[in-house]
């Protein structure tokens, strides 16, 4: 009996312990070939380093941001299943040379197992013909995190710094759930532990963390929301997350 009590407990902290990450996540990290510039964005609801999907419902918002102006894309996007569960898929083309900001405000996500509602506003750039610029200037977010380090083009092994924010401003000593998209479930954590790497925020909202193998990352700094939405008539806390999505290559050596 008590074996039992005690399994059960592990199960639910088991439960709990799932990182969730909105994620969107383009097919290329860089546009370079005008011959090759349509960007295909699949946004989706998921545990990334364990590949399980929650549905997401049609995202409130999917805009892109260049040169500080903001296109909504919303109507654009069309329903797809990833992971076999209920996600959203669009293509953009790429036309001009510019740093392309692709920012995602979803619909509030009912979690039972946590008795809260989630909210993953989340973002990911792609740097077009040679155009860098403007990566570390705010998507103006409800939470978002600013890069300190440029989320694009780098090696596997550097450090990736960021600065999270809520409302403008920075969020103190708060968790940062890292996660790596692993498709086609080709690493393996040795204990589930190691599934969801885990770093604080500092009092001025910085963290960092070095990448350890190649593929995209998901950041997710996590807030309680200044606000509560109703669930069956009872307010519930809102986790609200800042989703940065960036992907880590190895060169090749001759
Ligand atoms: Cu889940």
Redo the contacts with the bound molecule.
Sequence with gaps: MKNLIAASLLFSFAAVS?A?FGSVIPDKQIVEDQKDSTVTLTAAFN?PMEQSG?NMAKPKNLSVIVDGRKTDLTDTLKPAKVLDKDAWITQYKVIRPGLYEFVLEPQPYW?PAEDKFIMHYTKVMVPAYGVEDGWEIPAGLKTEIIPLTRPFGNYVGNIFRGKVVVDGKPAANVPVEVEYYNVDKRVKAPNDIFITQVVMTDDQGTFSYSVPWEGWWGFAALSEADYKIKHEGVDKPVEIGAVLWTEFVTPSFK
């Design positions: 799932q969730h545990h929650m979690e």
